[in-house]
């Protein structure tokens, strides 16, 4: 079986548990997606996973900071120009290595905006989101490669298979 079939049926198949354990649990699903879809658009592997993750969560804290600084410098044009400067801390902050991967952290201040901010919710969505991710494409991979026939030692194997 190829690597995208494989993928796309382990997708599915814990897509349906993550949507059934993120109502059993009182969380986001549609935030847990966004965890999810940051990992999958990251390079892979678990140090993919752990930037995946500190990226999201440090987005989500720069969301926090305009959602509830707004009372600091207010709202209209003053909100913007903040939304301005924390844009741009949150592409300098990649001159981190861990904290490098920016689509991962915009995703995280769009879900602590889309969230209303709750981060009790936010926070545990996203990372069960990405961990779903994580095992979407792994065990996708590893589902892969089960299903290739194994070549019998001598034998060479046809590019056709």
Known sequence: MSPLIAIALTTGILSALWGWLAVALGLISWVGFLGCTSYFASKGGLRALGQTLLCNASGMLWGLLLIHGESWWGAGLAGYLMTGVVATLMCMQAKQHWLSYIPGTFAGCCAAFGAAGDWRLIL????????????????????????????KPGTKMSSSA
Not at 126 to 150: C, E, H, N, Q
């Open 124 to 151: 545990p969505s996203l990372v069960i989101g990405a961990l779903f991710g994580y095992l979407m494409k792994a065990s996708g991979l590893w589902l892969s490669a089960r299903s290739r026939p194994m070549a």
